[in-house]
Nanobody
Framework: QVQLVESGGGWVQAGGSLRLSCAAS????????MGWHRQVPGNQRELVAR???????NYADSVKGRFTISRDNAKNTVYLQMNSLKPEDTAVYYC??????????WGQGTQVTVSS
């Protein structure tokens, strides 16, 4: 099972930007779907963005136009560029990988805090 390690989280003021990285322990070339999720304590984990092996992307309505997911197969890394951040984006962000049916592998998460 692929191991995933997130980095790039931190504290930022509203309107600012952060870029999250997710480094995989093996090639992601054949992984069908890579995703970013987030979770606030007491809430369910929600899918923020996903990208397929063919490069197709999907986003949660709440982040459309502000967040961009990308993958660099040569570096075995997936990115989440987050712009125009809002306080409601504050959460632990998780990287995931899997098939179109389910995400089987998860990272440990990275905290993103956006202050108003």
């Amino acid at each position: 099972q692929v191991q995933l390690v997130e980095s790039g989280g931190g504290w930022v003021q509203a309107g600012g930007s952060l870029r999250l990285s997710c480094a995989a322990s093996e090639s992601i070339y054949r992984i069908a779907v890579m995703g970013w999720h987030r979770q606030v304590p007491g809430n369910q984990r929600e899918l923020v963005a996903r990208i397929t092996s063919g490069g197709s992307t999907n986003y949660a309505d709440s982040v459309k136009g502000r967040f961009t997911i990308s993958r660099d197969n040569a570096k075995n890394t997936v990115y989440l560029q987050m712009n125009s951040l809002k306080p409601e984006d504050t959460a632990v962000y998780y990287c995931s990988s899997g098939s179109y049916q389910e995400f089987a592998s998860w990272g440990q998460g990275t905290q993103v805090t956006v202050s108003s």
